[in-house]
């Protein structure tokens, strides 16, 4: 079973950075592909980045590109997600997700494990 747990969410304002993180439990971690994902009241989960295993592959949601940098530290068992000209619509609770086995990095039920989310809040 591996845990995840998410840190660094908190309230910015509009054109801020924040950086959060995602720690695992298992000493497997670079054998995950990671990913990142949002969800903001009343709608549903949405795909945000995601990271091979090796973190040479990377992937993300258009609304992010170019705003967001996803990358991992496998000797720290850790998965981060650069967040820098944020915007209100950024609003959402974070999620990091790891994936075991072949996967859809866009799909949501690919992940096998998920961390219990990060609030990130962006005011104008």
């Known amino acids: 079973q591996v845990q995840l747990v998410e840190s660094g969410g908190g309230l910015v304002q509009d054109g801020g950075s924040l950086r959060l993180s995602c720690a695992a439990s298992e000493r497997t971690f670079s054998t995950y592909a990671m990913g990142w994902f949002r969800q903001a009241p009343g709608k549903e989960r949405e795909f945000v980045a995601h990271i091979s295993k090796s973190g040479g592959g990377t992937y993300y949601a258009d609304s992010v590109k170019g705003r967001f940098t996803i990358s991992r530290g496998n000797t720290k068992n850790t998965v981060y997600l650069q967040m820098d000209s944020l915007k209100v619509e950024d609003t959402a609770v974070y999620y990091c997700?790891?994936?075991?086995?072949?996967?859809?990095?866009?799909?949501?039920?690919?992940?096998?494990?998920w961390g219990q989310g990060t609030q990130v809040t962006v005011t104008s």
């Open positions: 997700a790891a994936a075991i086995g072949p996967y859809e990095y866009l799909r949501s039920d690919s992940y096998d494990y």
